[in-house]
């Protein structure tokens, strides 16, 4: 996908309208410099007609610029818009695993840097059309002077933009890489932010870090963009001299070799001292379309721009379910290491009834999580399948098959308001009561504090968040892991047969062995695999 292609899927009527006020802006300029070279040239300069056409012309040029700008700033706005919109979608309908496997600081650096470049060079797309048309207009107006000279002056105009583009395309090479490199500093950068207290910590970690990993990085990074800025500076320097190397043949050695009239020359000379300035602008503008191309390679080689987005359909209908089940289903990850393989879980057969209580427990690394990502849809099975009601889930209703969840994650997120819910104060204050956590929201607008909030807390809302969301089945990842005792013993002898009580199912990762009763069944994994399955009031 192209700059170009981007802009006129976002409203060719708006490209065209922009293009033709543009043309029609160019043709009034060179009216003006016709205007202008008659003036001079003394065969009108008696008319008393000349000033009005003049200002006429001058109130033309007004209109029709303001016009194409207006229309071309919008639709450059909208483009990028457009871009940043698909972009967020396309990482909203991406699988997670490949998000994983990208990083957020890849996914970041592209939203904000790649989309930033992009939206630049676009902001500028208005004023470089509007010199086009003037450059094209003057070209013209050139030709209607003298047509050798004109040829003359493309073909050195040519000959400079060629040198020029060369420059850009050694330029380009140092620019790519230094783009892949800012990758790294921004994986850097992002390390220090969420690492401040470990590096506050730790004198000596804080200088390693600053001056072996984070300058190194950047320092790598900078003499790429410098090399690569520096070709770009000399090649736009030779392309605007060119055209100056251009007047000068003009004015000492053609007339040598053809007979020009002095009106001629002046009519010449003036127009291309005028043009520079339209031509130095598009020069100008070119590294930034350079840095939007390399911006737009990087989103394809994402592998984002691949598919068409497909937004998330709502559905708001609790369907329920009669069963859910997990048959044969393993999962694999890649291992950073080609020689070593990634961890393995499954094969896993587990069924989830409604109105149950299941616990899924087991040692660091065990694979818990990664079940849990499997259940909830967050992850695909590699092989096996996922049945609800007997129903397989394939690829085209996995989406529908993660609305059945409500989720806490070890590492959730929490959004600083109630989104894709429906706003009920009685309940969400019933809900902030049970959690201890009514201070923490705002019940007339249905505003979450999210800072300064203490881990528990923390995830005490974000339970909230999920007890309020009230699908079939709740799954919470060691949710009750960072709770004082006072409310370990809520969570587990009154939230969790609450929120089961109209039979909606709790799967639960969990080590708080104390509590085990409270289980309908509980799943133990050792090394990715099932090792006990025990039933409540059945021993181990
Ligand atoms: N995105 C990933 N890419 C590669 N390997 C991963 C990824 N996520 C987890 N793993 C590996 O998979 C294994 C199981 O991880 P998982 O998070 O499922 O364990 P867990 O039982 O939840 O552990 P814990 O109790 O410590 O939270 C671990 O060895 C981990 O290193």
Same mark, same amino acid.
């Given at each position: 996908?192209?700059?170009?292609?981007?802009?006129?899927?976002?409203?060719? %009527?708006?490209?065209?309208?922009?293009?033709?006020?543009?043309?029609?802006?160019?043709?009034?300029?060179?009216?003006? /410099?016709?205007?202008?070279?008659?003036?001079?040239?003394?065969?009108?300069?008696?008319?008393?007609?000349?000033?009005?056409?003049?200002?006429?012309?001058?109130?033309?040029?007004?209109?029709?610029?303001?016009?194409?700008?207006? /229309?071309?700033?919008?639709? &450059?706005?909208?483009?990028?818009?457009?871009?940043?919109?698909?972009? *967020?979608?396309?990482?909203?309908?991406?699988?997670?695993?490949?998000?994983?496997?990208?990083?957020?600081?890849?996914?970041?650096?592209?939203?904000?840097?790649?989309?930033?470049?992009? !939206?630049?060079?676009?902001?500028?797309?208005?004023?470089? *059309?509007?010199?086009?048309?003037?450059?094209?207009?003057?070209?013209?107006?050139?030709?209607?002077?003298? @047509?050798?000279?004109?040829?003359?002056?493309?073909?050195?105009?040519?000959?400079?933009?060629?040198?020029?583009?060369?420059?850009?395309?050694?330029?380009?090479?140092?620019?790519?890489?230094?783009? $892949?490199?800012?990758?790294?500093?921004?994986?850097?950068?992002?390390?220090?932010?969420?690492?401040?207290? $470990?590096?506050?910590?730790?004198?000596?970690?804080?200088?390693?870090?600053?001056? +072996?990993?984070?300058?190194?990085? +950047?320092?790598?990074?900078? $003499?790429?963009?410098?090399?690569?800025?520096?070709?770009?500076?000399?090649?736009?320097?030779?392309?605007?001299?060119?055209?100056?190397?251009? /007047?000068?043949?003009?004015?000492?050695?053609?007339?040598?070799?053809?007979?020009?009239?002095?009106?001629?020359?002046?009519?010449?000379?003036?127009?291309?001292?005028?043009? !520079?300035?339209?031509?130095?602008? /598009?020069?100008?503008?070119?590294?930034?379309?350079?840095?939007?191309?390399?911006?737009?390679?990087?989103?394809?080689?994402?592998?984002?721009?691949?598919?068409?987005?497909?937004?998330?359909?709502?559905?708001?209908?609790? !369907?329920? =379910?009669?069963?859910?089940?997990?048959?044969?289903?393993?999962?694999?990850?890649?291992?950073?290491?080609?020689?070593?393989?990634?961890?393995?879980?499954?094969?896993? +057969?587990?069924? @989830?009834?409604?109105? $149950?209580?299941?616990?899924?427990?087991?040692?660091?690394? &065990?694979?818990?999580?990664?079940?849990? %990502?499997?259940?909830?849809?967050?992850?695909?099975?590699?092989?096996?399948?996922?049945?609800?009601?007997?129903?397989?889930?394939?690829?085209?209703?996995?989406?529908?098959?993660?609305?059945?969840?409500?989720?806490?994650?070890?590492?959730?997120?929490?959004?600083?308001?109630?989104?894709?819910?429906?706003?009920?104060?009685?309940?969400?204050?019933?809900?902030?009561?049970?959690?201890?956590?009514?201070?923490?929201?705002?019940?007339? !607008?249905?505003?979450?504090?999210?800072? %300064?909030? &203490?881990?528990?807390?923390?995830?005490?809302?974000?339970?909230?968040?999920?007890?309020?969301?009230?699908?079939?089945? =709740?799954? #919470? +990842?060691?949710?009750?892991?960072?709770?004082?005792?006072?409310? %370990?013993?809520?969570?587990?002898?009154?939230?969790?047969?609450?929120?089961?009580?109209?039979?909606?199912?709790?799967?639960?990762?969990?080590?708080?062995?104390?509590?085990? #009763?409270?289980?309908?069944?509980?799943?133990?994994?050792?090394?990715?695999?099932?090792?006990?399955?025990?039933?409540?009031?059945?021993?181990?």
């Amino acid at each position: 996908m192209n700059l170009f292609f981007l802009m006129l899927r976002s409203s060719w %009527k708006a490209s065209l309208a922009s293009v033709v006020l543009g043309g029609g802006s160019g043709l009034a300029t060179l009216a003006l /410099i016709t205007l202008i070279h008659r003036a001079f040239s003394g065969e009108a300069s008696q008319s008393s007609l000349l000033p009005f056409l003049f200002a006429a012309a001058c109130a033309v040029v007004l209109v029709l610029q303001v016009l194409s700008k207006c /229309i071309l700033t919008r639709l &450059s706005q909208s483009t990028a818009a457009r871009l940043q919109f698909e972009l *967020c979608n396309r990482i909203m309908a991406a699988p997670l695993p490949e998000l994983e496997s990208v990083g957020p600081h890849r996914l970041l650096g592209t939203l904000q840097g790649d989309v930033g470049a992009i !939206t630049a060079a676009l902001s500028n797309f208005p004023s470089v *059309c509007a010199s086009a048309m003037v450059l094209v207009s003057g070209v013209g107006y050139l030709a209607s002077l003298s @047509v050798p000279l004109a040829c003359c002056t493309v073909i050195m105009a040519s000959l400079g933009i060629a040198s020029y583009l060369a420059g850009v395309h050694w330029a380009n090479h140092h620019l790519r890489r230094a783009r $892949e490199d800012r990758d790294e500093v921004s994986k850097q950068l992002q390390a220090m932010v969420f690492g401040i207290k $470990e590096l506050k910590a730790n004198n000596r970690r804080c200088v390693d870090f600053m001056y +072996d990993v984070l300058l190194p990085a +950047d320092t790598a990074m900078r $003499e790429r963009l410098i090399k690569g800025t520096d070709i770009l500076g000399g090649a736009h320097t030779w392309g605007r001299l060119s055209l100056f190397i251009g /007047i000068g043949l003009l004015i000492f050695v053609w007339p040598r070799i053809w007979t020009v009239t002095p009106e001629t020359l002046m009519g010449y000379t003036l127009t291309i001292l005028y043009l !520079t300035s339209p031509l130095d602008s /598009i020069l100008g503008w070119l590294p930034a379309l350079n840095s939007a191309a390399i911006s737009l390679n990087k989103i394809n080689a994402l592998g984002l721009m691949i598919d068409p987005a497909k937004s998330p359909s709502v559905t708001t209908e609790d !369907t329920g =379910f009669r069963s859910i089940a997990l048959r044969d289903v393993s999962y694999s990850y890649h291992s950073p290491n080609d020689d070593e393989e990634g961890f393995h879980l499954g094969p896993i +057969d587990l069924q @989830v009834l409604p109105g $149950e209580v299941l616990f899924i427990v087991g040692g660091n690394g &065990s694979g818990k999580t990664t079940l849990a %990502k499997l259940l909830t849809g967050l992850y695909a099975p590699q092989s096996g399948d996922i049945l609800v009601d007997r129903q397989t889930i394939d690829t085209a209703s996995m989406g529908d098959y993660r609305q059945l969840f409500s989720t806490v994650f070890v590492e959730g997120h929490l959004f600083d308001r109630l989104l894709g819910i429906d706003e009920n104060p009685l309940l969400l204050k019933h809900w902030a009561n049970l959690l201890g956590i009514d201070d923490k929201v705002n019940f007339e !607008t249905g505003r979450l504090t999210t800072h %300064k909030l &203490s881990r528990g807390q923390h995830k005490r809302l974000a339970m909230l968040v999920a007890c309020l969301d009230q699908r079939p089945v =709740f799954v #919470f +990842d060691e949710w009750a892991a960072e709770q004082d005792p006072t409310f %370990k013993e809520i969570f587990y002898r009154e939230i969790v047969p609450k929120l089961t009580r109209d039979g909606r199912a709790v799967v639960a990762i969990t080590h708080d062995d104390r509590y085990f #009763f409270a289980a309908d069944r509980i799943v133990e994994l050792v090394d990715g695999r099932i090792d006990h399955l025990r039933k409540r009031g059945v021993a181990a």
